[in-house]
């Protein structure tokens, strides 16, 4: 294998931040998704997948500079001092493996312990041989990175969870099905939705951020609204419509109702986790017209009311 700072294009005292710049270029310009018809460009591929497996492994990185193993990841002289200098003495079993004897007469020596120290697998292959590569674990290749976007999602819209569309890096445009208790700052992940990557797409992380709504107001899972009535509604009572976050419904006011009264509609709220909803929660503000001759010459002569801020002490 050739010099793996020499495949990806870099120095030898490059970043973790430049390895990893260059491989993803190499990637996406190699990858075999997008050079079926060139099988060179696969085997590039894979030299540089297999450098960049070397180089972003700090302790291979590390041993590799210091010439303890090659471009492959094998040791360069496994068998140096320590085991006699010139490798064995003597040969391997009928079985084709090596014999404690073969280390100075030691006996009880575990030779699966031996090669898990050297190698960083175990010894004991099929026939007492080693397992490919001696043992030398391969790393997966690392998927693509994850992309973020930040959808904005209508009050109602968030409380009714109706779907929303969103449309991601490579123009395809999904339906994103709303989880029950969403709320600013929930994060949906979307599977494979990243970047590519040689190991496979990264995901995509969707952060929801709920808009605030011109007569509505959250409060935990309710839903409330200030709602202007008449004085006539108030004093006489009766149904008026009320707007929801699904659709208008009809609220009967109690007789006599002063501003400031809040009435409940059970389950016009958010949706929670658990299945259940919240409520809507209305407070009637009685709206009186600035200039209303008729309401005033009534005033005039009216005396009844008593005094509202009794309980006040005034």
Do not use: C
């Given at each position: ?34 050079n ?8 590039r ?21 210091r010439?303890?193993?090659d ?7 496994p ?67 994850n ?32 989880p029950p ?87 016009k ?46």
């Open positions: 294998m050739a010099d793996p700072y020499s495949t990806l294009g870099v120095a030898r005292g490059a970043s973790e931040a430049e390895i990893k710049k260059a491989y993803r270029k190499l990637a996406k310009e190699l990858h075999p998704d997008r079926q018809d060139n099988p060179k460009a696969a085997e591929f894979s030299q540089v997948t297999n450098a960049y497996d070397l180089l972003s492994d700090k302790d291979k990185r590390a041993r590799f500079d010439g303890e193993i471009a492959d990841g094998n040791p360069t002289s068998f140096g001092a320590g085991f006699g200098g010139g490798g064995f003495a003597g040969g391997r079993s009928a079985g084709g493996g090596f014999r404690s004897e073969d280390f100075g007469g030691a006996e009880g020596v575990d030779m699966s312990d031996i090669f898990e120290g050297l190698f960083g697998g175990r010894a004991g292959g099929p026939g007492g041989g080693f397992s490919s590569g001696f043992g030398r674990r391969q790393r997966a290749a690392p998927r693509g990175e992309v973020a976007y930040r959808l904005r999602v209508p009050f109602v819209d968030a409380a009714a969870l109706e779907p929303q569309r969103i449309t991601l890096a490579d123009g395809k445009t999904i339906d994103l099905k709303l208790g969403v709320e600013t700052g929930t994060q949906m992940r979307l599977s494979g939705k990243g970047e590519q990557g040689p190991g496979g797409a990264g995901d995509a992380i969707v952060t929801i951020d709920v808009q605030p709504h011109r007569f509505f107001t959250r409060d935990g899972d309710d839903v409330r609204l200030d709602l202007p009535i008449t004085l006539a509604e108030a004093v006489n009572g009766g149904p008026v419509k009320v707007p929801t976050v699904q659709k208008p419904v009809m609220l009967t006011v109690p007789k006599g109702s002063s501003s400031g009264r809040t009435l409940r509609l059970k389950g709220g958010f949706h929670r986790k658990d299945g259940t909803r919240g409520d809507q929660l209305v407070t009637l503000m009685i709206q009186i017209p600035a200039d209303d001759a008729a309401l005033a010459s009534f005033v005039e002569g009216w005396s009844g009311g008593g005094n509202p801020r009794a309980d006040m002490g005034v």
